[in-house]
């Protein structure tokens, strides 16, 4: 398992290869970001965004949290890093995609159907049960239809939620209606490395 001395040494092969081979780009970089697309992955380890779509710094401008979520507008809680991420990257970066991305074994969501941080206190899971209060009403919608095994379901639900709580900000929606905007959904399999994205005809979710 890696600790801080072998990112170092990651860092260092980073230095002698990477950065060598594309210093051109980074000097290119050091001068603004243009990203056009927007990605919100969960901050589960396994899903890397750069990865998984195999981009480049510079490419895309990315957010991650717990269970990939993205909480409805609310002007009344300004100390939101979800809100400021989307703000920069829509009005400020122009981004003309946001791509959602949830994935196959999501802790976020396995601890919405188990109830595993329930009333947990702050400092053992508390925030993140508060978190996930975002998910309650979809995640009981889920039970009642396909049980409470039913991972796969939520995660998807989840990735749907998120994209209707990125209408509910007016400078998204706005965007989205004069074309200027797409939003996506995706759904990342671990064990395949595969990449399901969500057809809005028939609001399932496929596989590429
Ligand atoms: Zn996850």
Avoid at 83 to 97: I, N, P
Avoid at 190 to 197: E, H, K, L, P, Q
Wanted: include cysteine.
């Amino acid at each position: 398992m890696s600790n801080f001395a072998t990112l170092l040494d990651g860092y260092h092969e980073f230095r002698k290869e990477d950065w060598e081979q594309h210093r051109d780009s980074w000097h290119e970089l050091a001068k603004g970001q243009h990203p056009k697309i927007m990605v919100i992955a969960c901050s589960d380890s396994r899903v890397e965004p750069a990865t998984v779509f195999n981009t480049v710094p510079g490419e895309i401008f990315v957010l991650r949290n717990v269970a990939n979520l993205v909480p409805p507008d609310d002007q009344s809680n300004r100390l939101n890093g979800v809100s400021a991420a989307l703000e920069y990257a829509v009005t400020q970066l122009a981004v003309t995609d946001i791509v959602v991305m949830g994935h196959h074994e999501c802790g976020g969501v396995a601890a919405a159907l188990t109830h595993k941080f329930d009333h947990a206190s702050l400092g053992e899971g508390g925030y993140i049960d508060h978190w996930l209060h975002l998910v309650a009403e979809t995640r009981d919608a889920v039970v009642a239809q396909h049980g409470d095994q039913a991972t796969t379901e939520l995660e998807q639900a989840l990735v749907r939620l998120s994209l209707d709580n990125l209408r509910s900000f007016p400078w998204i929606a706005a965007r989205e209606a004069e074309g200027a905007l797409t939003l996506h959904g995706a759904w990342f399999s671990i064990a395949d490395g595969r990449v399901y994205t969500l057809d809005t005809g028939s609001d399932a979710f496929r596989q590429n």
